[in-house]
């Protein structure tokens, strides 16, 4: 039966890396009607990166053209990296023998079922994407990848109050980003994704001159891909 499975997380107000401010600006009780307010970084929870946030002259979020998320996904597994260990070529050459032009590559490591976004642990213990593999994906012509776990090892500096890493280290941004790949970051619920194909629909929001934007991400199963 089609079912919509929901692969975007929630923003958290509490979140202890990013701090996004959520509050009433008006309530029922000061007038008709409620009124929220939201302030969050572009990059965090669930969303797109665009060219810009690593090439000054990429293109920016308002000029991703609408199907360039949109589309045909495959699902690679890849839980044999296990935790705090790299994702190499060789495990993406075993699982992902299914990757056609131009689909939206899904890594599935299962993070998020294993350590809570809201905890350092998510970026501490996460599995990461080494260069090798990075530029084989490149060279399987996706037109995005998404990731439910943070896919660069120096992304977790931040959270260890270390200094921000030189931009080689980002080697998916490097690789993937800035050929033309689009990247969606920090996925949710892969493990809903009964088959190694799938359709998927992220819908940024178009930020004028943005170099990402908060998504929300749905797949459609048994609707065919």
Request: hydrophobic share 45%; glycine share 6%.
């Amino acid at each position: 039966m089609p079912q919509v499975i929901d692969l975007s997380t929630p923003i958290q107000p509490d979140h202890f890396r990013w701090h996004p401010k959520q509050h009433l600006h008006r309530t029922h009780a000061q007038g008709h009607s409620q009124v929220t307010w939201l302030s969050t970084a572009v990059h965090a929870f669930t969303h797109m990166d665009a060219p810009r946030h690593f090439d000054p002259n990429g293109p920016t979020t308002d000029a991703i053209p609408l199907d360039a998320t949109i589309g045909p996904a495959a699902v690679v597994d890849v839980r044999a990296a296990g935790p705090n260990a790299p994702i190499t070529e060789a495990h993406l050459a075993a699982a992902g023998t299914h990757i056609r032009p131009g689909d939206i590559v899904l890594l599935r490591a299962g993070w998020d079922q294993v350590e809570r976004i809201a905890t350092p642990e998510f970026w501490t213990r996460s599995p990461w994407v080494t260069a090798e593999a990075a530029d084989w994906l490149a060279a399987r012509h996706p037109k995005a990848v998404g990731f439910d776990f943070p896919q660069d090892r120096c992304i977790r500096n931040a959270i260890a109050g270390l200094p921000d890493a030189p931009a080689e280290d980002y080697v998916t941004h490097q690789r993937l980003l800035l050929r033309g790949v689009i990247l969606i970051e920090y996925l949710a619920n892969l493990m809903a994704l009964a088959n190694p194909r799938s359709f998927v629909v992220c819908a940024p929001l178009s930020l004028i001159g943005s170099d990402g934007a908060p998504a929300r991400v749905l797949a459609l199963e048994g609707f065919g891909a």
